[in-house]
């Protein structure tokens, strides 16, 4: 080496002191990712029903558009982008589910499952709406 100092790695500019990520954030994300998995699964359901009934392809593409909403959204929350995905997707999750009870109930059938995405659904929305997840989320919205 011919006396050459080489140039000291630059921090990027937007570093600034890390901040831990809330318990609140990571339970919301975790959630998104199960009712993004359930949407998924659901939407594979659907899609293979209608093969009998071409009906369902609707159903499936909606709940389809949902797991892309619950799943991104998951990620970008994670690495602390913005939270609107997520929470879009979960009152989605929620909004269906509460329809399904009004309609369980009306044919005379209930289903805890339903009662179960409706917690979930409106949980995410709640953890993300915590301060520190808004201010986690808000740091790191310049990214």
């Known amino acids: 080496m011919s006396g050459g100092s080489t140039p000291e790695p630059v921090p990027p500019a937007s570093a600034g002191p890390r901040v831990p990520r809330p318990a609140a954030v990571s339970a919301a994300a975790g959630l998104g990712f199960v ?17 009998r009934v071409a009906f369902y392809a609707v159903f499936g593409a909606v709940y389809l558009g949902i797991a892309v909403l619950c799943l991104w ?4 929350v994670v690495t602390r982008r913005c939270s609107r995905l ?20 009306a044919t005379g059938v209930f289903s805890l ?12 929305v709640v953890l993300l709406r ?8 808000a ?4 990214h």
């Open 35 to 51: 009712l993004g998995a359930y949407a998924l699964m659901y939407s594979l359901a659907l899609f293979t029903a209608a093969t």
């Open 73 to 76: 959204g998951g990620v970008q």
């Open 86 to 105: 997520l929470t879009a997707g979960s009152v989605l999750i929620a909004s269906l589910g509460a329809l399904g009870i009004v309609s369980a109930l």
């Open 113 to 124: 499952w339903l009662v179960v995405l409706v917690g979930l659904g409106v949980g995410v």
């Open 130 to 137: 915590r301060p520190a997840s808004r201010e986690y989320l």
């Open 139 to 142: 740091s790191g919205a310049g």
